[in-house]
């Protein structure tokens, strides 16, 4: 009986050693109607053009889709990406770019609104844009995560010096964190 026990303990040890990725949330969803319900659409605040609209709760493409970026600098003083796609997120990009062209796309970065863009043409690249909205901790976190397109060899330093930089981040925070809860009122 001790035998069986260790032997289904075992593999949640190696679960328990794997490293942990960084969390980013990255999702692509759909412009909803309010009549579709509160079961499948959620309401937004949209700045840029400023309204009040309703998006499908279930996103186009996520994070799991993407398996690379390119950040860029963007207008409004954020950064923006490109993410290139696995297949399967390419398929979904593609079908939602056929299905509802003149629609607004709401991309949520971590939760937030980041920006939102009008379907205009057929995507088939399994390129996906988001023109701006990250903020530096964003890109660095990205980093950790997907290699940068085009230099998917240099993809292990990178995360190295990308993991270096969030672990001196948060080591920042904590020592900040601390500081403020022994400083007097």
């Not at 988001?130 to 530096?136: D, N, R």
Request: positive net charge.
């Amino acid at each position: 009986m001790l035998r069986l026990i260790l032997l289904w303990l075992v593999p949640l040890v190696g679960l328990e050693a794997a490293e942990k990725r960084p969390a980013i949330s990255i999702r692509l969803h759909a412009e909803g109607n309010p009549s579709e319900g509160e079961s499948f659409v959620t309401p937004v605040t949209l700045v840029n053009p400023p309204k009040q609209t309703v998006i499908r709760k279930v996103p186009i493409v996520t994070e799991r889709d993407i398996v690379a970026f390119y950040p860029f600098a963007a207008a409004d003083g954020t950064i923006g990406c490109y993410f290139k796609l696995d297949a399967d997120g390419t398929n979904k990009l593609t079908q939602h770019t056929i299905e509802f062209r003149d629609t607004l796309v709401v991309a949520l970065i971590n939760g937030r609104v980041a920006c939102v863009m009008m379907v205009g043409e057929k995507v088939t690249d399994g390129i996906m844009p988001f023109p701006s909205g990250f903020l530096p901790q964003e890109i660095v976190d990205l980093q950790a995560r997907y290699p940068i397109i085009g230099r998917e060899k240099e993809f292990p330093e990178q995360r190295k010096k990308a993991l270096a930089a969030l672990k001196e981040a948060a080591k920042r925070q904590a020592k900040a964190t601390r500081a403020s809860k022994s400083a007097p009122p």
